[in-house]
């Protein structure tokens, strides 16, 4: 599987220039790849991402506090998809939600996460 974040539009990376949380805050910010370190590592991005997001928010009608996961198979159709809201109040950023899945995603299907190449690619809004 591969996963990919990205910031939304209406996120500024300025407003992260004064993390409340310290360096906590810092090293979750660190995490964030861009576009051409992704490609330089050999992940595969989505062909059309704005037609997957388009298609999982009209889906699921998200908001901003619930996470939307969803699989896909090798040709980008939608195989899988669920929405979900934190219940507690503490501030999670997308790679928390990401081991979160893997861990239950690994009891599913724990042979393809084991492919050298991957068979599914799930998205994360």
Same mark, same amino acid.
Not at 13 to 30: E, H, K, M, Q, Y
Not at 63 to 84: K, Y
């Given at each position: 599987?591969?996963? +990919?974040?990205? !910031?939304? &539009? ?6 992260? &220039?004064?993390? !409340? ?5 810092? %090293? ?6 861009? *576009? $051409?370190?992704? $490609? #330089?590592?050999?992940? /595969?991005?989505?062909? #059309? *991402?704005?037609?997957?997001?388009? +298609?999982?928010? #009209?889906?699921?009608? /998200? @908001? *901003?506090? @619930? ?10 159709? =939608? @195989? $899988? #998809? ?8 503490? $501030? ?6 990401? %081991?979160? =899945? ?7 299907? /724990? ?6 190449? *991957?068979?599914? @690619?799930?998205?994360?809004?």
């Amino acid at each position: 599987m591969t996963f +990919g974040f990205a !910031p939304s &539009s209406a996120t500024s990376i300025s407003a992260f &220039s004064t993390p !409340p949380g310290g360096a906590d805050s810092v %090293n979750r910010l660190a995490r964030m790849l861009e *576009p $051409a370190e992704w $490609a #330089s590592a050999g992940i /595969p991005l989505l062909r #059309s *991402p704005r037609e997957v997001v388009s +298609g999982l928010h #009209s889906r699921h009608r /998200p @908001t *901003p506090a @619930t996470a939307v996961v969803a699989v896909l198979d090798h040709e980008e159709r =939608l @195989t $899988a #998809s669920a929405s979900f809201a934190r219940r507690d109040s503490v $501030a999670a950023d997308g790679w928390d939600f990401r %081991n979160a =899945l893997l861990a239950h995603l690994r009891r599913v299907i /724990p042979h393809d996460l084991r492919r050298r190449t *991957p068979v599914r @690619t799930a998205v994360l809004l």
